[in-house]
């Protein structure tokens, strides 16, 4: 579906009012979609690609640089200085700083934790966790380092999100070496679980399996770059990048395998085929896959009152399809999907639900914006 400016009479006036969206694209602008009227409002500009976003009990926002900062928007402004004590990543095609979480119990216990790239044999998805005392980090180590290494600086993922049994669950992508996801010694295309402190559950699926990494929760990813739980069922949604099309979204459940490389809807990107199949048996399908590719990025589950048409639908960031795709949901079927923000032009890297019940949408540009979306009032 496509979202829809406002019914104006004649089509120069149409023209007119794309022409303003345009020459203020950030606002607030006004714009319909399919069933919500919209403003969106600036609430940050001039971040280097901003990679994830989190909200502190307090109201305050936590923002990734992919260049290695993290940085503060605090009662709504973006602080001057970075907050201090982030790890310091491989800067690469896709390698960086990357996404960031804060524990259940962040109010008792002040923990942060952020995925990077970590410089080793080439460069791996780390996980770093800290306590944010103030404007800076303190105590600050890696509780869990992939075996994924790679000189590519490319698909690396790395999300990480708690699910609603206290595990973080982090995606670390295939590195450019497809047959890697299909290998169950190996951390490279695969959905992660781990307790809060880094080490292993004793109830993941492959504990106790000899030559099997037991961190696996799941298997056979690309290049997953969005995770996100439904607080209301537990259900863990993925999200990958395909190669040449063949973009997905996943429901991700314990020790099963989601195909790539032996199945897929893509190909390669000098149009060579990668595989014939596109289903086998004993490994799973996708709930919605797009070709051509969307760039599918960050993603949230909507259960806030403020877009009640909207509660309960899914928002994948596209930076290739450069919009914001709202996903309708009948369980876990996919019945309906529209393309909002599309005017702006910007690749959406994340989008998450604020304390507020609003959404906000991360640009993925040398000059990125945090951006909230919010009802016309």
Do not use: C
């Amino acid at each position: 579906m496509h979202s829809r400016l406002p019914i104006l009479a004649g089509p120069l006036l149409v023209i007119a009012a794309i022409a303003i969206f345009w020459a203020n694209p950030f606002g607030p602008s006004l714009t319909h979609t399919d069933e919500e009227r919209i403003r969106l409002v600036t609430i940050a500009e001039n971040l280097d690609h901003p990679w994830g976003l989190i909200f502190l009990p307090n109201g305050d926002m936590l923002v990734t640089e992919r260049a290695g900062r993290l940085r503060l928007i605090h009662n709504g402004a973006l602080q001057e200085a970075w907050v201090y004590g982030a790890p310091r990543p491989v800067v690469k095609a896709q390698a960086g700083l990357m996404d960031v979480a804060i524990h259940p119990r962040f109010v008792e216990n002040g923990l942060i934790y952020l995925t990077y790239s970590k410089q080793g044999l080439g460069d791996s998805p780390a996980l770093f966790r800290a306590r944010l005392d103030g404007a800076r980090l303190v105590d600050g180590h890696d509780i869990f380092v992939a075996d994924a290494w790679s000189d590519s600086g490319g698909n690396t993922g790395s999300r990480i999100v708690f699910g609603t049994d206290g595990m973080i669950y982090m995606s670390v992508g295939d590195r450019h070496a497809p047959s890697r996801a299909q290998n169950l010694s190996d951390h490279a295309g695969k959905i992660l679980r781990l307790r809060d402190d880094g080490t292993v559950p004793d109830d993941n699926p492959f504990v106790g399996r000899a030559g099997v990494r037991p961190e696996i929760y799941a298997y056979g990813n690309r290049n997953p770059q969005g995770l996100a739980i439904d607080p209301v069922s537990g259900r863990l949604f993925e999200n990958e990048h395909g190669p040449r099309g063949g973009d997905e979204i996943n429901l991700i459940q314990a020790g099963r395998n989601y195909g790539w490389p032996v199945i897929t809807y893509g190909i390669n990107y000098d149009g060579t085929i990668i595989t014939s199949e596109t289903a086998r048996p004993g490994m799973e399908q996708p709930l919605v896959y797009w070709v051509p590719s969307i760039g599918p990025s960050g993603m949230a589950v909507y259960t806030g009152d403020r877009f009640p048409r909207w509660k309960g639908n899914l928002f994948v960031g596209a930076m290739a399809g450069a919009h914001l795709r709202r996903i309708v949901l009948d369980g876990t079927r996919v019945v309906r999907e529209e393309r909002l923000l599309r005017p702006l032009g910007r690749r959406i890297r994340d989008v998450r639900q604020g304390p507020d019940g609003l959404l906000y949408v991360l640009t993925d540009e040398t000059q990125g914006s945090v951006i909230r979306i919010e009802p016309q009032i």
